[in-house]
């Protein structure tokens, strides 16, 4: 779709990627039926898409899925029988890939639209089968005492990955790729950056040399909460080149600060805080100040909230958060 005179994918990939554009793009993810609920009765029209509504610039899924098999489902027995990788993990499963995908996706870049692909189905607690206490446990005694079996594992992982992969990018291109990491509380990770270096290093490798070669120009680790702060370093010398933090609950994932760490090699989607528009006025503008100002005269950001939109914030205070990042976009 043409913008203003540019295209939404060329808007985004110049935003992320440092070159010259007229605005940052406009983007949020989609609020769930809770939050449409209220502001339908607060005023939101019916008759037009949330999107629509507030001229966001959305992105369009290339419909692969990497998640265990049934999907979004904890694969339990990885570690210890092989025949349940086969069960959960094959990349023949005619479901992992969307109906018509390839013309799907080439009308959606032709119509100008951002096409991503998800690159991995979880993090490394995913491939060790983690969905509880007693899994996580059983993952935490493998990761110490039976090492060889978790490389074996993760690099089983790590195929189906690119075997899927490969089928979907060797007929589409794509624009941004997602990795996600849910392995750390708001303190620290639950391993070690040693041994996150050691067993989920060379996935991200592989999969991301899977990536360069098929000229995906950004690849965004994508994780909610969490600190990992003391992994960031060797994923992004594995090639992640943009974060998509959710959640922010440690100073120490807040994108100033990332931002100083890390330098303008590193693009940044989102990092405002949400829970603040639930509060009131100044507790909406303060979000938008704190983060947004800085981070755009560096530049490689795209700005938007740290979470989907939620049933506890007034369509007010979301209508007045949009209007300030207009008000922004203006200003240059």
């Not at 440092?18 to 993810?29: I, K, M, Q, S, V």
């Not at 994108?255 to 509060?279: M, V």
């Not at 909230?305 to 958060?321: E, F, K, Q, T, V």
């Amino acid at each position: 779709m043409i913008v203003g005179g540019i295209s939404q994918r060329n808007r985004f990939l110049r935003t992320l990627l440092g070159g010259e554009t007229d605005r940052f793009p406009f983007f949020d993810l989609e609020p769930d039926e809770g939050t449409l609920g209220r502001w339908y009765r607060e005023g939101l029209p019916r008759q037009q898409s949330f999107s629509t509504y507030f001229g966001l610039e959305t992105h369009h899924s290339v419909g692969l899925t990497l998640h265990s098999y049934p999907f979004y489902q904890s694969a339990q027995g990885l570690l210890d029988d092989p025949s349940v990788f086969n069960r959960h993990y094959h990349p023949n499963q005619r479901s992992r890939y969307a109906r018509n995908f390839v013309k799907q996706s080439q009308r959606n870049h032709q119509q100008g639209r951002v096409l991503y692909v998800d690159a991995s189905g979880g993090g490394l607690l995913q491939m060790l089968g983690v969905g509880d206490w007693d899994s996580l446990c059983a993952a935490c005694f493998a990761l110490m005492k039976r090492p060889q079996a978790v490389e074996d594992l993760v690099r089983r992982t790590t195929d189906f990955y690119c075997d899927c992969l490969e089928r979907v990018l060797s007929k589409v291109s794509v624009d941004y790729a997602s990795f996600y990491e849910p392995i750390a509380s708001n303190h620290a990770p639950v391993v070690s950056p040693a041994m996150f270096e050691r067993f989920a290093i060379p996935c991200y490798r592989k999969v991301i040399d899977l990536l360069n070669k098929h000229r995906v120009p950004l690849r965004i680790l994508c994780t909610t909460g969490g600190d990992l702060t003391s992994l960031l370093p060797s994923l992004i010398n594995a090639g992640i080149n943009g974060l998509w933090i959710s959640n922010i609950r440690s100073a120490g994932m807040e994108y100033p600060k990332l931002r100083r760490q890390f330098g303008t090699e590193i693009s940044l989607i989102g990092g405002i805080d949400a829970t603040a528009l639930a509060r009131d006025e100044a507790a909406v503008r303060k979000a938008v100040e704190k983060t947004v100002p800085d981070l755009l005269e560096s530049g490689r950001y795209l700005p938007c909230l740290d979470d989907r939109p939620r049933r506890s914030i007034p369509l007010a205070n979301y209508r007045l958060y949009r209007h300030l990042l207009e008000d922004l976009s203006r200003k240059g």
